[in-house]
């Protein structure tokens, strides 16, 4: 059974800091990772998708690696904002289902 | 507007009441999923479905019922609900299994 860690749990930076996330997954043979970003009760919305033959994808100030042979994943979001406060979620899809880490909690203070 | 919607977002109900918690998107999206979020537990897929008539379990199916008779409507049934299903339900879908995938608003139910 796949199982999705992501460390820390919670994180607090100043505004400008960049921002790293980390997400590691047990089983490898993945098809894709998806990262989300969800607000205090809101939905999910997704951020960036890799597939497993990718290294890492971009958009704007977002940047995720996948190292698929170590189970790792990294999402770097430069220069932060407040407006970036919220809680991040990887996803790792095996087959037909997507297993989520617990998330990481973050708090860009201005 | 591209969207999954999810009806009702909020409702308390009692044990034993059966309920249905909808979902419908305008995406054309074969596959389509639902999940539920408990704190320090993430989420969780609950079913999902490939296709019109092709549902399958995911890692917490027990308690719970899904039917996908039309391609965008894939509605949640609990036909006993009981106080451990209080949780936060998300539904999702995607083009294919591997595609982005796309998520409601969400359900918030609470189970006295």
């Known amino acids: 059974k796949q199982e999705v860690t992501q460390i820390p749990a919670a994180l607090s930076v100043p505004e400008g800091e960049n921002l790293v996330l980390n997400c590691s997954f047990t089983d490898s043979a993945i098809y894709n990772l998806q990262w989300f970003r969800q607000d205090p009760g809101k939905g999910l919305t997704s951020l960036l998708l890799?597939?497993?033959?990718?290294r890492e994808q971009t958009s704007g100030r977002l940047n995720a690696s996948l190292d698929k042979s170590s189970g790792r994943s990294t999402l770097y979001i430069a220069a932060s904002q407040p407006g970036d406060s919220a809680t991040y979620l990887c996803a790792v899809r095996n087959d037909y289902k997507l297993s989520f880490g617990a998330g990481t909690t973050v708090t860009v203070r201005a | 507007e591209a969207q999954v919607t999810q009806n009702p977002r909020y409702l308390i109900t009692v044990t034993g009441k059966k309920l249905t918690v909808t979902c419908s998107q305008n995406?054309?999206?074969?596959?389509m999923s639902w999940y539920r979020q408990d704190p320090g537990l993430g989420l969780r897929q609950i079913y999902y479905?490939?296709?019109?008539?092709?549902?399958d379990k995911g890692d917490v199916p027990e308690g719970y019922k899904v039917s996908r008779k039309e391609k965008r409507n894939f509605p949640l049934i609990l036909e006993s609900p009981s106080p451990n299903q209080t949780s936060l339900y998300f539904c999702?879908?995607?083009?294919?299994?591997?595609?982005?995938?796309?998520f409601g608003p969400g359900t918030r139910l609470t189970v006295l």
């Open positions: 479905s490939m296709n019109v008539e092709v549902t």
């Open positions: 999702a879908s995607s083009p294919r299994p591997y595609n982005e995938q796309f």
């Open positions: 995406m054309n999206h074969e596959y």
């Open positions: 890799i597939q497993s033959s990718q």
